[in-house]
């Protein structure tokens, strides 16, 4: 299954600077390796979001429960808001092998 992953991360008042560095750093090899795995397939920063931190991503998972505990493991989970919207096929969807 397919999800369209909206986050939007808030770091909490008084956190230090290292501990946001720290954890950006582990994110970012968190989502290396969740695109390894395959389930992390494309991730895109809106440009309508100046100077907010948030991402769209499209993520491969069994189903919900899978998606949902790959998300929580992420480093930066307990600061992000994350919406979730499951995808299924159009059928005029062109298909990544047609692009």
Known sequence: MEFLVEFEV???????????????????????????????????????????????GLYAAEGRAELDSLLRALPLADWMQVT??????????PGPEDR
């Open 10 to 56: 808030e770091v909490p008042d008084g956190t230090s600077e290292t501990e946001v560095e720290q954890r950006n750093r582990a994110e970012a090899i968190a989502a290396s390796g969740l695109a390894a795995e395959g389930h992390l397939i494309r991730l895109w920063r809106p440009t309508a979001v100046a100077g907010a931190p948030a991402a769209v």
């Open 84 to 93: 979730v919207v499951p995808l299924a096929p159009h059928p005029n969807d």
